[in-house]
Structure formats: structure tokens, C-alpha cells
């Protein structure tokens, strides 16, 4: 059985305020993450449309991340490892999707819908009965859970972070049931690894290292505030091109020359 998990992740922002702020975080987290031949290379980066949600924003990028993966999943995957991550951005409904060539068995799905509330609604994606039998909901708290010792940073920790601009934080316990404006993002993972003998453990770590990233990006996106509160979509869409193009010269400048031709081939 595919391992489903529905994370809940409320922010001191509207959703119109987090649409920006999820952009800025995005581009900015990729380029501090890609060094030494890791991190998110972007491929693509387009409009597109669905007859439902209508426009949107497509997104492919690579995730090269091979010493990031524990020592017994290391041992099974090549020394150039990569994730596609491919996404689509209709706001505030988004469809991401991960694979690798390299593991044809492994597939993550996340399905996100952001609402102008604490977490109260039970279905808001519109989830089958047979999935929410199955699900199985975490609350997340940007202020009282802690990101990993190495990404910690205490400028970044809303349980210290005034905003200039806007005067919101620090935040306190009760927090999601006190402060306005609030919103939350619903993300449902569904992680699946069908190989026999290490199912259960890799989709179990799948779904840490999901909720991991989410801790931190959104402790982030709240924590940068001062800097993209203000910004319009052209202005965060300016700055996500140049990020890109940032985190993608980190990369290539450090990628080894069969991965660089590899790529060269995918794109004539």
C-alpha cells in the first residue's frame, strides 16, 4: 500500500501574500542549497493551461542530491544521481511530481491547495473516501519544530523574528489559533517505492525528508518576509529568472563532463 500523508502547515499570511512569498522562497532556498554538484537545476520554466484550474506555470528541474541520500540507499544509486521534479503552478492548486530513471519504481505525487485558514479543512482536495481512509494528517509548526541542526539559524526562527514591514512575530505559543492573518498549505504526499524488502523503509524516509524540506522552507518564506512583501508577480518572477540562472551556473561549473554532455544531447 502506498504511503499517503497529508501535511498542514499554517502561515502568518494571506494566501494572495503567499503566492509571492512561495516564489521568492523557492528560488532563494534552490540557490543556497546548490554547491559542490547539488542542489536544483532548472530545465524549464513555462506557462501552461488546464481546461479546470485554468493558467499556470510549468516547472521542470533536476534535484542532484547524492550524498544526501543515506549510506544504504547510496550504496544502490550512481555517483551522478538525480530527481526530476516537475510541476505544475495553478494557484492556489499546484501538481508536483518526482521520478528517477535510475529507480523506475520509485514515484511521489504531492497535490497542494493553500486556503485563508488554521488548518480546519478536512477535505479540501477533494480526496476519494478510499484515500482519506487511508491518509494520515500532520500538523506541521514552523515556530516550535526545529529544522536540522545545520540548517538552523536563529534569524530564521519565528519564535524570534519581528517583521519590519509588516510587524507580525514573534510567534508565540497558540500562535495558529491567535494571530491574523493566517493561512495554511494542505500537502498531500503519496510515496511510493514498490521493491520488495525496502519499501516500507524508503517510503518512510521519503515522507521525512519531504516534511524536513517543508519545515524549513516555510520557517523561511515567513522569515524573508521583509524582503519580498512588496514585490509583485513580474518583480518575483524577475528575480526567480536570475536565481535560476544562478543555481544553474553553480552547478554546471561543478558537475562532472559525462553529465554535462548527457545534457547537451537531451536539449539539441
Not at 11 to 33: C, D, F, N, W
Not at 83 to 97: A, C, D, H, L, Q
Not at 114 to 121: K, L, M, R, T
Request: net charge negative; charged share 30%; hydrophobic share 35%.
Amino acid at each position: 500500500m502506498v504511503l499517503i500523508k497529508e501535511y498542514r502547515i499554517c502561515m502568518p499570511l494571506t494566501v494572495e501574500e503567499y503566492k509571492i512569498g512561495q516564489l521568492y522562497m523557492i528560488a532563494r532556498h534552490s540557490l543556497e542549497q546548490s554547491d559542490d554538484g547539488e542542489g536544483v537545476e532548472v530545465i524549464d520554466n513555462k506557462e501552461c493551461f488546464d481546461p479546470d484550474h485554468g493558467k499556470g506555470q510549468y516547472t521542470e528541474k533536476r534535484i542532484h542530491l547524492s550524498s544526501r541520500l543515506p549510506y544504504w540507499l547510496q550504496a544502490v544509486c550512481p555517483k551522478v544521481f538525480y530527481v526530476i521534479e516537475k510541476g505544475w503552478n495553478y494557484y492556489p492548486y499546484t501538481v508536483t511530481e518526482y521520478t528517477c530513471s535510475f529507480i523506475p519504481k520509485l514515484h511521489i505525487r504531492i497535490l497542494t491547495r493553500f486556503e485563508d485558514n488554521a488548518g480546519s479543512s478536512e477535505n479540501c482536495l477533494n480526496l476519494s473516501e478510499e484515500t482519506l481512509k487511508n491518509r494520515i494528517v500532520d500538523h506541521v509548526d514552523i515556530a516550535f519544530e526545529e529544522p536540522s541542526e545545520k540548517h538552523y539559524k536563529i534569524e530564521e526562527d519565528p519564535k524570534f523574528f519581528k517583521s519590519r514591514i509588516t510587524g507580525r512575530g514573534p510567534l508565540v505559543e497558540g500562535w495558529r489559533q491567535t494571530d491574523k492573518p493566517m493561512m495554511c498549505s494542505y500537502k498531500l504526499v503519496e510515496a511510493s517505492f514498490e521493491v520488495w524488502g525496502l519499501q516500507t523503509r524508503v517510503e518512510d524516509f521519503i515522507q521525512k525528508c519531504i516534511r524536513d524540506v517543508l519545515l524549513l522552507g516555510h520557517r523561511q518564506a515567513f522569515a524573508w518576509i521583509d524582503e519580498w512583501h512588496g514585490m509583485n508577480i513580474d518583480d518575483v518572477r524577475m528575480y526567480e529568472k536570475d536565481k535560476q540562472m544562478e543555481a544553474n551556473d553553480k552547478l554546471r561549473q561543478s558537475l562532472p563532463p559525462a553529465l554535462e554532455t548527457d545534457k547537451t544531447q537531451e536539449t539539441t
